[in-house]
């Protein structure tokens, strides 16, 4: 096999030392078009997992990298004058141009053809020369320009402007400063890579860039004024640069990884964002699984094949916690007023890798403090703290969020009902909110959904509420009160989700005349006089959720149903005083706020979920949420409940673990009203780690608690937590501790002796 490699970097280098390694008949050549002791950085930071895998692969290299680590375990975060720190996270670097050199040599030991100050042939030239050709060639991949279409590659610049600079001297811990300056914020990523050398990085908002004047400096004058900047941080002394330029970083995905003989690797296939580590761990890792999969398929459209499918998750899962991390110290600005302590947990844990427990478990002594400075009484999780919303104290954080079962007759609430609620009751959340409980026959989704407008309904209602409070003493059990729209009269979910009753259809109304999908029902746009009726429905559900004994109310203004339908610009095209702005778009959800507020006990809390984001273009944006959860709270909501989309069909949201807390996030921090946080929080460490780091004030779980009604009561147990954030109902006491399993402490062997 005849190998060419299109980039000297450390991917390349690896990729093409592993391959020849493991078929010394192969013929591999790599072009680096820089001279080989040319580097753009300073540091590398390697993960003992990545470690792991070169020590198995390749001992000559390991042991060469071993010899050059800095290693360190501390992080040191600076927040106003104050220094917090944080131990146990344990860190390897080496300088970047050793770890070159150390590649070098095994390349040439091993006979690899290494051509400096060399560009590389066009990659279908190679293609045709050779069997494989490996691009390498970085995030401006040339390779991967030239072949766009076929890769389907995607490039986003981000918000933020940086640099690369070094000091003479080794941090002894990794190193997180802020400057608030007049200009702005910037902060300071720096850790050590050598015995007496660190790596520095600067960064800071376009607009504070460009307000500090340094759009219009030369490398020196940048790296002057840096060093002035953060010269608390450097101890006075100076900092250095290598061609260091200021950039905007890339987030670099493709559809894509090869193309017939021709693969990426590396930076060319894809980047993660620095703050959460580096792009040479990456490029090393794949590196490796390149290699094996090489080994381990025949063929080589097979072997590419495997070696996407191997690396696609994981990078995935990288990038996604690399956005979480950038989108973080994009946004600083948001978190500064924050307690020192909690600033810096919220910045240790801000991309999910680092979470609350495996935090407690590098430094106990920190984590404690953060939670004892939050209010936590000792041995309380965060989750188990109380809050108050009016005259209701949820005893903890979690709350069982709005899932429509589908599963009424007549609207009205069953014996089906009595049991899901009653259990998740049981299970120890703070709050169990209803499905979706609609105020109409013609406001309901399907013919299973539950309603509030008639007496023998609220009676049914009664007759839950009655159970969890009897029951259930302490838990809290919430309505959710809502109007289908547009997106009513169809089957239920197992039947067809979306899609229209083949019969027994009513009439729709929504805020324009869309339907929802090309096949859906076309609504009749709501007039003057039948938004007044409107208005009344809801009332008169209210002052019914109010008799039939529920704790809080929520008014349903999220995933298109009918009054989100009028905050969306995509789904309101009224022209009229109910439609174009969004202060227009909102007046008909505030007065119908307003009403059902009115006839709501004064001492209950109310509020609302919204859809802070339609994940289409053209519809509600970050910046639209903000101003519809403000003036909520203005008028009187107690909580924002904060979900996304479900707007339109052909949306596109970015899946991913918690990955719509960011909302919920940014409305906390700008508004100061409480919110409720959604999407994917399936465990009880991330519901710690939110509440801890003042991302939200509770969370709500859907899915976990169809797998585990008890899921509160199960998270308290595995934390050893017995306070009164939640209380097992007697006749379970028993089932309070974990059943026993089979044996798992075997003796381990203590001797393994050679062959």
């Known amino acids: ?15 093409a030392a592993l391959l020849k390694r493991l078929d010394p008949t192969r013929e591999i050549t790599v072009w680096e078009r820089n001279a080989p002791d040319d580097t753009f950085g300073f540091g590398v930071v390697l993960s003992d997992e990545t470690l792991g895998g070169i020590e198995h692969a390749d001992p000559v ?126 902060q300071l990523h720096g850790y050590p890579y050598a015995a007496d050398a660190s790596t520095v990085i600067v960064e800071m908002r376009e607009e504070v860039w460009r307000a500090a004047g340094f759009a219009d400096l030369d490398e020196q004058e940048s790296v002057e004024r840096c060093a002035k900047i953060f010269a608390d941080a450097l101890d006075g ?57 090489l080994e381990e398929h025949v063929g080589l459209p097979a072997a590419l094949g495997a070696y996407e499918e191997e690396r696609r998750p994981v990078v995935a899962s990288t990038q996604r916690a690399a956005r979480a991390s950038l989108e973080w110290f994009e946004n600083l600005t948001r978190y500064l007023d924050q307690p020192s302590r ?38 309380t999780p965060p989750m188990f703290t109380p809050l108050r919303l ?56 399907t013919p299973g959904c539950a309603g509030l407008y008639t007496g023998r309904q609220a009676e049914a209602w009664r007759r839950i509420t009655d159970f969890v409070h009897t029951q259930a003493p302490g838990t809290a059990i919430g309505v959710q009160l809502g109007h289908s729209g547009r997106k009513g009269s169809t089957k239920l979910m197992w039947e067809g989700i979306d899609e229209p009753l083949e019969d027994g259809n009513w009439p729709l109304v929504a805020a324009s005349p869309i339907p929802y999908k090309p096949e859906s029902q076309t609504p009749r746009e709501l007039s003057r006089a039948q938004l007044t009726d409107l208005r009344e429905q809801f009332t008169a559900a209210a002052w019914r959720a109010a008799r039939g004994g529920f704790d809080l109310l929520e008014l349903h203004c999220a ?32 007065e119908v706020f307003d009403a059902v507020r009115a006839v709501w006990p004064e001492e209950r809390p109310m509020t609302v979920r919204i859809s802070a984001t339609d994940w289409a273009e053209g519809g509600t944006t970050g910046d639209d949420a903000v101003e519809v959860a403000r003036a909520f709270a203005a008028h009187g909501a107690d909580a924002v409940d ?75 147990a595995e934390q050893g937590y017995e306070g009164p954030g939640v209380a097992w109902p007697m006749p379970y006491r028993a089932g309070s501790r974990r059943p026993q399993t089979g044996r798992t402490d075997a003796p381990k062997p203590r001797l393994t002796l050679g062959t």
């Not at 921090?669 to 710690?688: F, K, L, M």
């Open 61 to 186: 290299v390991y042991a060469a990298l071993q010899d050059e680590f800095v290693r360190w375990d501390d992080i040191d975060i600076v927040h106003r004058g104050v220094r917090h720190t944080s131990g146990g996270h344990g860190f390897a670097a080496l300088g970047r141009r050793r770890l070159l050199e150390i590649l070098h040599e095994r390349c040439r030991s091993l006979g690899v053809e290494l051509r400096f100050r060399e560009q590389a042939p066009p990659a279908g030239e190679l293609m045709t020369a050779y069997d494989l050709v490996v691009a390498a060639d970085g995030v401006h991949s040339l390779t991967r320009a030239a072949y766009a279409e076929v890769f389907g590659r995607s490039v986003e610049e981000h918000r933020c402007r940086y640099i690369w600079l070094a000091a003479d001297f080794a941090f002894d811990a990794f190193r997180f400063e802020i400057a608030e300056t007049e200009h702005g914020v910037m």
């Open 1 to 15: 096999m005849r190998v060419a490699v299109i980039g000297g970097g450390p991917g390349g280098l690896y990729a």
């Open 642 to 716: 904060v979900s996304t989309g479900q707007v339109v069909p052909d949306e596109r949201p970015e899946y991913g673990r918690s990955y719509q807390t960011p909302y919920a996030d940014r409305i906390r921090h700008e508004t100061g009203i409480p919110v409720i946080a959604v999407g994917a929080i399936s465990s009880w460490d991330d519901v710690n780690s939110l509440i801890l780091a003042g991302r939200t004030d509770l969370c709500a779980l859907a899915r976990p608690h169809l797998y585990d009604p008890h899921w509160t009561l199960h998270a308290a």
């Open 559 to 590: 995933h298109g149903y009918l009054l989100s339908g009028f905050l969306s610009p995509l789904t309101n095209r009224r022209t009229d005083a109910y439609g174009g702005s969004l202060a227009r778009r909102l007046r008909f959800p505030l």
């Open 342 to 379: 909690q600033f810096a947990f919220n910045l240790l844990t801000r991309s999910r890798r680092v979470t609350h427990d495996n935090l407690r478990l590098r430094d106990t002594h920190f984590t404690a403090a953060v939670e004892r400075e939050f209010g936590c009484p000792p041995g």
């Open 390 to 445: 009016r005259g209701l104290t949820l005893r903890n954080r979690v709350v069982v969020s709005p899932m429509d079962m589908y599963s009424a007759v007549d609207g009205v609430p069953g014996d089906f009902h009595l049991v899901h609620l009653g259990a998740r009751a049981l299970g120890g959340a703070g709050l169990v909110m209803t499905e979706m409980v609609c105020v109409s026959a013609e406001g309901r989704i």
């Open 237 to 293: 002394r100076s900092l250095g640069s290598n061609k260091s330029a200021w950039t905007t970083f890339r987030t670099v995905v493709n559809d894509r990884w090869s193309h017939r003989n021709l693969v990426l690797l590396g930076d060319a296939a894809h980047t993660a964002h620095f703050s959460i580590g580096s792009g040479t761990k990456l490029a090393v890792e794949d590196a490796l699984a390149l290699a094996a999969c």
